[in-house]
C-alpha cells in the first residue's frame, strides 16, 4: 500500500502500480490493488508539514499541535481535511490507477463520544464520505485503528509520539475494544468496507498478565509471555 503524500493533489501524481499487473488473490477470489490514505485523519507531521509550522512549531504530533496551537489549529485542520482528499481523488483513483481498496487510518477520537475530553478532532464525517466517495466509485475500505487509546507504538503516527506503549493496559484495552466495536456498529453494513485494521505498527504485542479479554482488568505490570 503506497502511502499519499503532500504537497499537490492525488490527481498530480503519477500512478505508482502497473494497470496491467494482477493483484494478489484473496479466499474469495477477489483481486485488490490499494493505497494508503495516510496523513489525512490521522495527522503526521511530515505529511503536512505546514500546519505544524504555523501553527505549532515545537509540535511533533496531533494531540501536541492541537493543545498548543488551540483554536486557529483546530480550524486549520478542519480546513487542511476539506481539501487534502475530495471525491475526485476516489474518481481518479479508480479511472486512472486502476486501485479498488483505499485503507484509512483513523485514531480512537474518530467518533464524537470518543474525542471529547481529548485534544482530538472528530472525524467521523469524514469517514462518512470516503464510504459514499468508494461505493459511487466502486472501491473497498479499510478502517484501521491507527491511533490506540494509550497509543500502540508511542510514535507520531499514532497522535501521540511519548514514547509510551500502553494501548493493552488495563482500561485502555477496554476502551479500544470499544472504539472497535462502535465503528462496526456505525459503518459496519457499508457495502463497501473489506474490514477493520485493528492496530498500525504495535510495539506490544499482547496484553499484560492478567488482562481479561474485555480488556476490564486494573494494570498487572509486565507484558505476557
Not at 480546513?79 to 481523488?89: G, L
Request: include cysteine; glycine fraction near 12%.
Amino acid at each position: 500500500l503506497a502511502s499519499l503524500r503532500p504537497p499537490g493533489s492525488l490527481r498530480d501524481m503519477k500512478p505508482q502500480m502497473s494497470t496491467g499487473g494482477e493483484a494478489p488473490n484473496t479466499e474469495s477470489g477477489r483481486r485488490f490493488c490499494g493505497v494508503n490514505l495516510g496523513g489525512w485523519l490521522v495527522l503526521e507531521r511530515w505529511m503536512a508539514p505546514a500546519l505544524f509550522e504555523e501553527f505549532a512549531p515545537e509540535a511533533a504530533d496531533e494531540s501536541s499541535l492541537l493543545s498548543i496551537g488551540g483554536a486557529a489549529a483546530q480550524e486549520a485542520v478542519e480546513k487542511f481535511r476539506e481539501q487534502f482528499i475530495v471525491e475526485e481523488d476516489f474518481r481518479w483513483l479508480r479511472e486512472v490507477g486502476n486501485v479498488n481498496a483505499v485503507r484509512l487510518p483513523l485514531g480512537f477520537w474518530c467518533l464524537e463520544e470518543h474525542a471529547e475530553g481529548t485534544p482530538y478532532l472528530p472525524t467521523s464525517p469524514f469517514v462518512d464520505r470516503v464510504f459514499d466517495w468508494a461505493e459511487a466509485h466502486e472501491l473497498g475500505v479499510i478502517l484501521d485503528l491507527h491511533g490506540a487509546v494509550g497509543s500502540q507504538n508511542g510514535e507520531h503516527h499514532s497522535g501521540d509520539s511519548s514514547g509510551s506503549t500502553r494501548w493493552l493496559k488495563g482500561t485502555n484495552r477496554a476502551k479500544n475494544l470499544s472504539v472497535l466495536r462502535a465503528w462496526s456498529v456505525r459503518w459496519g453494513r457499508r457495502h463497501a468496507l473489506l474490514g477493520l485494521g485493528l492496530g498500525n505498527e504495535v510495539a506490544e504485542l499482547r496484553p499484560a498478565a492478567g488482562v481479561s479479554a474485555d480488556g476490564a482488568s486494573p494494570d498487572a505490570g509486565g507484558v505476557g509471555s
